[in-house]
């Protein structure tokens, strides 16, 4: 199952999704300014996600 870590990237909060427990690269690493822009548009991806995948999004 997929999980996020925090860290920090030259001083900043870095919030990274990774695969598993396992994975030491990660899917994606982002910060605060990117985690706004995710949030104010999350509906918008989830409906992107539904309209081009098999799998219904899901957000817990």
Not at 7 to 20: C, M, Q
Not at 21 to 47: M, P, Q, S, T, Y
């Amino acid at each position: 199952m997929s999980e996020c870590r925090e860290g920090e990237y030259n001083g900043s909060p870095l919030l990274g999704l990774y695969r598993d427990e396992k994975d030491n690269f990660g899917l994606l690493k982002f910060g605060v300014k990117k985690a706004r822009a995710i949030l104010a548009h999350v509906e918008d991806i989830r409906a992107f996600v539904e309209k081009h995948d098999k799998a219904p999004a899901r957000v817990a």
